[in-house]
RNA sequence: GCUGGCGUAGCUCAGCGGUAGAGCAGCGGUUUCGUAAACCGCAGGUCAUCGGUUCAAAUCCGAUCGCCAGCUCCA
């Protein structure tokens, strides 16, 4: 038998019988390591561990902690899953049933039978059986001709249909008891490493993803090698709910969304304008000392505008009906560059004046499919922090990194550490989706690789996801429920300039097109603010929360004191409110805490003696008697900084 | 838009064929109180809308509208 070589993490060598397993090797490292592998990875690629290796490799064992782990081991339970199903309702038809970030789906044809949530509850009983039994998932290569036979056997379109686009090559199968899937694998060693299970919800959802294809019924789980950590996962459920801004938003007076005024169409509240402006106002500071100008445009043009701009025959479907005046049709405007490029055009440029960079806070509606709508984080009527700014050629790698570093201030004194970033390119496989030069596309797009590697921006490259118009960076931040989100893009556009014919003259005398750059560090007022909410859990910083004191009093004999500090307090700029209310100071401590206000002041015979306020923060409690301007001061700092934390 | 689930007071929810219920919020009183809910009383609803079944419908059936989850879409 020959001998191989396998190369372990750390460097180090070892020499086995070609032939040898993942289990195997494991084994020879540590019992421990042998009982908690899930697949091996061999040179890069994901595998089961009882498969052989014949030749030399490099090679790591893949436990719970790792990605290729979990993939496996949700994989495999997706398979349990469906032979539980198979089990208790027989002929039924499977669709694919892939791995995702957080568990799993199986997208099923149950035929006229709808699931309810008893079903789930009996397939899950089901699988914990089905696991217990501690079967191995069996790796089997077949002829294709022979995979044909079998589904056509079963009976089973779905994975008919996948076949014929395998046509000719060797074929994998994975077998687990009684179920037998077509599937490349790969899969952890047996279904007894699946100890806690929960089914989590059903959906309809279309056979490959196509609205004109059938729609099947997809089940979402998610498995765990212990109890404990199931529960660790429905706890983060379960905080993921408590933290949707959706109920907050509600709770706390920010916003409101009602089908009066139609759906996706939000209305502010007092308090929710509070942070909005806040936040509008600390943006508008920093674009004011980075010379950007602000305008104010129109909330409706001529759809002769988007014509011109392109977008009326790229995104007809997803714009309101032309308004028509006069015999001229208006559209309400779904973007705010054309506007910004007729106040860019309306005089001639030297290349001295340039970049040009043209702010405003533009509301823009999109009509959203009904079913897309979701709280403020997508809606039918949002607010850009828009800008669009004309500059030479030579300009643009420059102001791309000042940008970048706008939208990374912006996005770190909020406090979102972990946001990714991704840079949104087109396919080169669907051309006709996007405008312009093709020359254009590709010099634009190095530009935006460029910036980002000089900004040192950790990123991922998104095929597909461009403009049509032209490559953006887009920062992704997650939901409380793990959703990610588009927030702040930069975008890069060579196409507008050509379509509006916008021009500049340069030193040459000559006339020059100017580069465009669009961007947006929030994205949409309404998307930002609804992931902020979820993000603090609407306890808001200081310097955002719309009431950051509330004075208490304890008796009536407090209340001209408590009038006099409540006046002091906002005639320093702090917002804030008294609560004279004829009522116990816990009741009122109780009422402030559930509306999460930052400070509550109590003021009582001791304060009013001393000229102080007891100063209590919120979750923290009691801090104590404090002067009153030394409160002041401190709020004021605090608000001053944007501090995060008090 | 599609599939499924759900619509009862301002909010959270009970009632699921026999005359609409609770807690909180609101209003009126009593109480004057030191760090997370004082007490008493009053008021508040075409049970989403429309139609059907029934002696009788919040409850059963159908349609419409809205909300939620997922899919599709997302400038």
């Not at 349990?80 to 089990?87: D, K, R, Y």
């Not at 699931?115 to 899950?124: N, S």
């Not at 809606?379 to 643009?396: A, G, K, N």
Request: hydrophobic letters at 35%.
């Amino acid at each position: 038998m020959a001998k191989i070589t396998i190369t372990l993490p750390d460097g180090s060598t070892k020499e086995f019988e070609s032939g040898i397993t993942g289990l195997q090797i494991a084994e020879s490292i540590s019992k421990g390591l042998a009982r908690e592998a899930l697949a091996v990875e061999v040179n890069g690629e994901v595998w089961d561990l009882s498969r052989g290796i014949l030749s030399d490799a490099s090679l790591k064992i893949l436990k719970w902690d790792s990605d290729g782990g979990k993939y496996a081991y949700w994989h495999s339970s997706a398979h349990l899953m469906a032979e539980a199903i198979e089990a208790l309702y027989p002929g039924t038809k499977f669709g694919i049933g892939p791995p995702i970030e957080t568990g799993f789906y199986y997208d099923i044809d149950f035929g006229d039978h709808n699931l309810t949530p008893e079903d789930l509850a009996k397939i899950e009983t089901k699988m914990y059986e089905l696991a217990a039994r501690d079967v191995p998932y069996i790796r089997e290569e077949k002829k294709w001709e022979d995979a044909v036979a079998y589904f056509k056997k079963k009976g089973d379109p779905y994975k008919l249909e996948l076949l014929e686009e395998l046509k000719g090559q060797t074929i994998t199968f994975y077998q687990q008891g009684n179920f037998t899937d077509l599937c490349y694998g790969p899969h952890i060693p047996s279904t007894g490493r699946i100890k806690a299970i929960k089914l989590l919800s059903v959906a309809g959802a279309y056979w490959r993803g196509s609205e004109k294809n059938k729609m099947l019924q997809r089940i979402y789980g998610v498995t765990f090698p212990s109890k404990k950590e199931l529960d660790e996962y429905i706890f983060r459920l379960e905080e993921a709910k408590r933290r949707d801004h959706r109920k907050l938003g509600q709770e706390l007076e920010l916003f409101l969304l009602t089908p009066k005024v139609g759906g996706g169409l939000p209305l502010w509240l007092p308090k929710g304008t509070i942070v909005r402006e806040t936040l509008e106002n600390f943006l508008k500071e920093e674009q004011r000392k980075r010379g950007y100008l602000p305008v104010v445009t129109p909330h409706v043009g001529s759809i002769n505008l988007y014509k011109t701009s392109g977008h009326y025959p790229y995104y007809k479907d997803s714009q309101f009906t032309p308004v028509k005046v006069e015999d001229e049709e208006y559209l309400l405007k779904p973007m705010n560059c054309p506007h910004h490029f007729q106040i860019y055009a309306a005089k001639p440029h030297s290349y001295r004046d340039l970049p040009i960079r043209l702010a405003e806070f533009g509301t823009v509606y999109r009509y959203e499919q009904s079913g897309e709508l979701n709280g403020l984080i997508r809606v039918r009527s949002f607010t850009v922090d828009d800008s669009h700014m004309f500059m030479r050629q030579d300009q643009l790698k420059d102001e791309l990194c000042k940008v970048i570093e706008l939208i990374q201030l912006v996005f770190t004194t909020l406090g979102f550490q972990d946001f990714k970033t991704r840079l949104s390119f087109r396919d080169p496989k669907n051309k006709e989706k996007y405008g312009g030069e093709d020359a254009l596309w590709i010099q634009a797009e190095r530009d935006i690789k460029e910036a980002a590697d000089f900004m040192k921006l950790n990123y991922y490259i998104g095929i597909g996801e461009a403009a049509f118009y032209g490559p953006k960076i887009d920062f992704m931040v997650r939901d409380a429920i793990g959703r990610t989100w588009q927030l702040g893009t930069v975008q890069v556009d060579y196409v507008m300039p050509e379509r509006f014919n916008l021009e500049y003259i340069g030193s040459d005398g000559q006339k020059h097109r100017p580069v465009v750059i669009h961007r947006a560090p929030f994205g949409s007022m309404e998307r930002f603010i609804g992931v902020l909410i979820e993000h603090f859990a609407g306890e808001f910083p200081l310097w955002l929360a719309p009431l950051q004191a509330v004075v208490l009093s304890i008796t009536d004999e407090h209340i001209s004191y408590a009038e006099q500090v409540t006046a002091e307090l906002k005639s320093a700029g702090i917002r804030v409110e008294l609560d004279d209310r004829n009522e116990k100071v816990n009741r009122k401590i109780r009422d402030w805490e559930t509306k999460k206000v930052p400070f509550m002041l109590v003021v009582g015979d001791k304060e009013k003696a001393n000229g102080t306020v007891a100063v209590r923060q919120h979750k923290k409690g009691d801090l104590g008697a404090m002067a009153r301007d030394a409160f002041v001061k401190k709020a004021l700092e605090n608000i001053q900084q944007k501090a995060l934390t008090v």
